[in-house]
């Protein structure tokens, strides 16, 4: 066990985040339920931390568990704690029949893509990298071998935020791969008929993958055009762990990232990635760590990370009480 006390029951963490004391009230068999999640969850190794030192330490000491793996750690970060499902699946289809859907997109985006390419893509494999790396929805998630592109990805912007203004927590995702998880690349097969769910590396079709080191999980359609979430895989998600990025932590992150030369720039290399650099060097994001209750004569406290909490350790597996109080 690592960190520190969790906060008691009704204890306020400063700025919004906080362990509330007011619990819903649901049927005993919820509850339950709850608590059996809980334990499952906490089983596997949920940890939070709060810089990029403790983040490093964290993987250097899951990797030391893990010495005898015989593949890599792949990772994923996410703004917000959503449930690791394609895209494709997130939205709602015009299309009742989604895997008529993706196939007609894909192919309107073959068709359509050539004038605007750097590399023509050798072959199915290729089309998903290129098209999912450039924001069509696909079966692909992105993932990358770097854990700083990952947690970059988590902060790169100011955190979500509840109908209330509270900040939401981000994630980063560690999938502890073995060899067999991987699509081999002297026969791939097809993309679209996989017998499972495996992790896919691509051909450098764009230099975007090649600078956030970037690869796939391809996920196998089921019945009625849905997916089985990668965190309820039975193939991955004893492999699969959680690491809380708390909101208040993004804006001093992202600054120890960028020190580390995880940039806009470095992971989007084009004129995009500069202007989103020089606009993140010379502009505060408007919604990064500002609260309403912190305003004072119309004008705006932007908070020092810093003056949060000093108390903390580098990072602490997460409870059941962490839980029970969210």
Not at 243 to 262: K, M
Request: glycine share 6%; net charge positive; charged share 30%.
């Amino acid at each position: 066990m690592y960190g520190r006390a969790i906060p008691s029951q009704g204890q306020r963490v400063d700025f919004g985040r906080e362990r509330q004391s007011i619990r819903v009230k649901v049927p005993h068999g919820s509850i339950m339920k709850k608590r059996a999640a809980t334990a499952e969850n906490i089983s596997r190794g949920q940890f939070e931390v709060t810089s990029v030192s403790s983040f490093l330490a964290l993987i250097e000491r899951e990797k030391e568990v893990e010495s005898g793996n015989s593949a890599d750690f792949i990772f994923r970060g996410q703004q917000q704690d959503h449930v690791l499902i394609p895209k494709i699946r997130r939205l709602h289809p015009k299309v009742h029949d989604l895997a008529t859907l993706e196939k007609l997109m894909l192919d309107d985006f073959e068709r359509q893509m050539l004038f605007f390419t750097e590399k023509e893509p050798r072959d199915k494999w290729d089309l998903l990298a290129l098209a999912q790396h450039h924001g069509l929805p696909t079966r692909l998630l992105d993932w990358s071998f770097s854990a700083l592109t990952a947690l970059w990805f988590c902060v790169e912007r100011g955190p979500a935020r509840k109908k209330n203004r509270d900040m939401l927590n981000g994630v980063v995702w560690i999938l502890k791969t073995r060899v067999d998880d991987f699509v081999p690349s002297d026969q791939p097969g097809d993309p679209f008929h996989q017998e499972r769910t495996r992790i896919f590396r691509p051909r450098f079709v764009s230099r975007r993958i090649m600078a956030q080191s970037g690869l796939f999980t391809c996920h196998k359609m089921i019945r009625d055009g849905d997916f089985v979430a990668f965190d309820k895989n039975r193939e991955y998600k004893n492999r699969l762990q959680k690491v809380v990025i708390p909101g208040f932590a993004f804006s001093s992150i992202r600054e120890q990232l960028g020190a580390s030369g995880a940039t806009s720039l470095s992971l989007f290399p084009d004129l995009d990635g500069l202007a989103a650099f020089l606009t993140e060097r010379y502009f505060y994001d408007p919604y990064e760590l500002v609260r309403r209750d912190l305003m004072s004569a119309g004008r705006v406290r932007l908070i020092d990370p810093a003056e949060i909490d000093k108390t903390r350790t580098p990072y602490r597996k997460l409870t059941s009480q962490d839980n029970d109080n969210d």
